[in-house]
């Protein structure tokens, strides 16, 4: 399988280009930012250059696009990661022009648009009532302020395949009015990783895992993060974080560490492709 992307849940990455601005909490430690610092040629913030590519980059997901034709399998393609495609900005109408023109190109890619500006989802792309089937359209919801405002909107969307990226999760969910049933498909929890990483409760992602089996949404999880739950009696002697709940301790112990168990199960559900 072709894999050019280090997060697990995607086979490929693509980015029509870099740059950013902040829009929320979530966006506090963005890791894109600092990627774009060290590598160059993107700003963040209103104002800040946004970095552009050629024709070969652009050229890449024609070649996933025939790999995967040929292998008679489909291949998940993250969009983007060191931006948003829905960053409302007059010199990024011709590059997600181009985007859509790739999209309808490389029918055996689902397209993963995942977006913390939702509420420009419809109006900025072409489809109308009639999403195609290899676009699966998220939101991230890091907290209860934060799902209230974006779920809304993306079920106002019909997009074939709803989803939630739920990383870095801050706070907990309450999604039972906010989710109707088969609105969402699926959701990705995760915590912080990085300098200055903002701890999750355990409890937090018990009540999404939770939720997702009753509402049979696919449920991953992806990382810890930074941080993790210290359990045993020597581990909660090394936590130098507690929740106010008391119950839940907290260890840095780095992302390689933390791993992705929770409750000592990982969880990697994916929803049905449309296509
Ligand atoms: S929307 Fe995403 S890429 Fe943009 S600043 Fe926030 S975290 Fe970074």
């Known amino acids: 399988m072709g894999k050019n992307s280090h997060i697990e849940w995607t086979h490929h990455t693509f980015n029509p280009w870099w740059g950013c601005a902040k829009v929320s ?11 774009a610092r060290r590598f160059g040629g993107a700003e963040w913030g209103t104002r800040g250059a946004r970095r552009f590519f050629g024709d070969a980059h652009w050229a890449e997901p024609l070649k996933w696009n025939k790999e995967a034709a040929t292998a008679g399998v489909r291949y998940r393609v993250f969009c ?34 995942l977006t ?18 290899n676009v699966w359209l998220g939101t991230s919801v890091e907290d209860q302020e934060w799902a209230e405002k974006r779920i809304p909107l993306i079920n106002a969307v019909p ?9 870095p999760l801050l706070g907990p969910l309450d999604l039972s009015a906010l989710s109707k049933k088969g609105s969402i498909h699926w959701i990705i929890a995760g915590g912080e990783s990085g300098p200055g990483s903002r701890p999750m409760n355990p409890s937090w992602v018990r009540g999404l895992r939770d939720y997702c ?24 002697a090394q936590a130098s974080f507690t929740f106010e709940d008391e119950e839940h301790a907290m260890r840095p112990l780095g992302k390689a560490l933390s ?11 994916f929803p049905a492709s449309a296509a």
């Open 80 to 113: 983007a990661s060191m931006a948003d495609v829905y960053e409302d900005r007059a010199d990024l109408v011709t590059e997600r022009a181009k985007l859509w023109k790739l999209i309808s190109q490389t029918p055996a890619l689902d397209w993963l648009l």
């Open 213 to 236: 089996a009753k509402q049979k949404i696919a449920f991953h999880f992806k990382q810890w993060g930074h941080w993790a739950p210290a359990t045993s009696k020597s581990a909660r």
């Open 159 to 167: 997009a074939k395949v709803r989803f939630l990226s739920c990383e």
């Open 116 to 133: 913390k500006r939702p509420e420009n989802a419809q109006r900025m792309s072409p489809y109308g009532a009639d999403w195609p089937e």
């Open 25 to 35: 909490p979530a966006c506090k430690h963005c890791y894109a930012e600092a990627l």
């Open 259 to 269: 791993g992705r168990k929770l409750d000592g199960q990982t969880h990697d559900d």
